[in-house]
């Protein structure tokens, strides 16, 4: 999911290099998100938006690929089996 997040900013022109990316995942590696989207967005952004000229691209991005996604409950995350966050 989040390499075709990665892919969609490049197709949408906002510049984002591997090495943020990279940066992203440890962020959620670190638990900087908890499961959450909004922390997720805020997360992402600081770590692949360099200039804000690039934030609406990055907000229609990220509604895009990740629409639905805010009503998912803690107990549905919760759920999911562990292979699949592999």
């Given at each position: 999911?989040?390499?075709?997040?990665?892919?969609?900013?490049?197709?949408?022109?906002?510049?984002?290099?591997?090495?943020?990316?990279l940066t992203l995942l440890d962020g959620m590696?670190?638990?900087l998100a908890d499961y959450s989207i909004e922390h997720?967005?805020?997360l992402s952004r600081a770590a692949l938006v360099?200039?804000?000229?690039?934030l609406d691209k990055f907000d229609q991005v990220?509604?895009?690929?990740?629409?639905?996604?805010e009503q998912m409950e803690q107990v549905d995350v919760q759920d999911i089996p562990e292979e699949w966050l592999r």
């Open positions: 999911m989040f390499i075709n997040f990665f892919l969609e900013l490049r197709s949408a022109k906002v510049p984002v290099s591997l090495r943020e990316y590696d670190a638990g997720f967005y805020y360099k200039d804000e000229k690039n990220f509604g895009h690929v990740f629409k639905g996604l």
